[in-house]
């Protein structure tokens, strides 16, 4: 029985970070928010899914979907102050969905993709 583009794609992630078998996946979740993939673990996430499933990097723009490494407490109190660099640290979210989706068609195309 062939394995699913999903049920690879699950075992891919779940090996990369590090996830139980009881953690339940779903296509909804977000890397970032609720799988608290973030900064380097998150950079190098995406290059061992785009090397192990070929996708193309097309127009995959990391700081679009991930928030950079460190704490900076200037720019937390800079949030008080500035709408700009509040929406300047608002992250598109990036879904198994998306993932998935992406193994699909080869490339990634952010709008294919958000849609």
Same mark, same amino acid.
């Given at each position: ?10 075992s ?26 973030? @900064? ?6 995406? @290059? ?19 928030? %950079? ?36 068609? @080869?490339?990634w ?5 958000? %849609?």
């Open positions: 029985m062939p394995i699913s583009v999903w049920e690879d794609l699950e891919f992630v779940r090996m990369e970070a590090g996830l139980s078998q009881r953690k339940t996946l779903t296509r909804e979740l977000d890397l970032e928010n609720d799988l608290d993939l973030t @900064g380097d673990d998150a950079d190098d996430f995406m @290059g061992k899914f785009f090397e192990k499933f070929e996708v193309k990097h097309g127009d995959f723009d990391f700081d679009r979907y991930f928030c %950079g490494e460190g704490f900076n407490p200037f720019v937390v109190l800079g949030f008080i102050f500035s709408a700009k660099l509040r929406r300047k640290y608002d992250k598109e979210p990036l879904t198994l969905g998306m993932l998935e989706k992406a193994i699909e068609i @080869g490339v195309d952010s709008r294919v993709l958000a %849609g």
